[in-house]
């Protein structure tokens, strides 16, 4: 599935949510492509995952932020090859460093460079450490297997809705 496609279904599950968040947030590493930085050389030419390109120009053409927070000890790798991908300007924050502490600094940081509450944003990781503590900070996470797919979109925007819907409620309370 091309690029264009894959955007134009995007488009489609974007629409079908009244709710959306003002901030989606992107893990590198098994997220948006299929390895570790660590293990390989700026000389390389990355890939991403299948619809990865797709997704973030949907959400780009719905006027919805892109951030990245990556844990990774090579940020230099990272930066080069989102550079050699072009994506790089899609970004409205790259908090790439290494930490121990399972991205909350680093979401803490994209928050204070945003302006976007926790609650506003919704966020795809491959590891549980990063999701549960960053769910626990209030944003909408979502587990990905073999990186961001159209059905993990369509799951991150359903979760994010009814925890908008939920959060509303508990708030009029």
Not at 12 to 20: A, K, R, S, V
Not at 28 to 51: Q, V
Not at 124 to 132: K, V
Request: glycine content about 6%; hydrophobic content about 40%; overall charge positive.
């Amino acid at each position: 599935m091309g690029d264009a496609r894959v955007k134009e279904e995007a488009l489609q599950i974007l629409g079908l949510f009244e709710i959306l968040p003002r901030l989606v947030v992107f893990d590198l590493d098994y997220t948006l492509w299929p390895f570790y930085c660590e293990c390989r050389s700026k000389r390389e030419m990355p890939r991403l995952y299948t619809h990865a390109k797709g997704i973030m120009y949907a959400l780009k053409d719905k006027g919805i932020d892109m951030a990245i927070a990556s844990r990774s000890p090579t940020p230099d790798i990272a930066k080069t090859f989102l550079n050699k991908l072009e994506i790089q300007s899609m970004f409205v924050a790259q908090e790439i460093f290494s930490s121990w502490t399972h991205k909350t600094e680093h979401f803490q940081r994209i928050h204070r460079r945003t302006g976007v509450p926790f609650k506003s944003m919704l966020f795809f990781d491959d590891e549980d450490r990063n999701i549960e503590s960053v769910s626990n900070m209030g944003v909408t996470s979502i587990l990905v297997g073999d990186g961001v797919t159209l059905g993990a979109l369509r799951q991150g925007l359903t979760n994010f809705a009814h925890n908008t819907i939920s959060s509303n409620r508990n708030n009029r309370k």
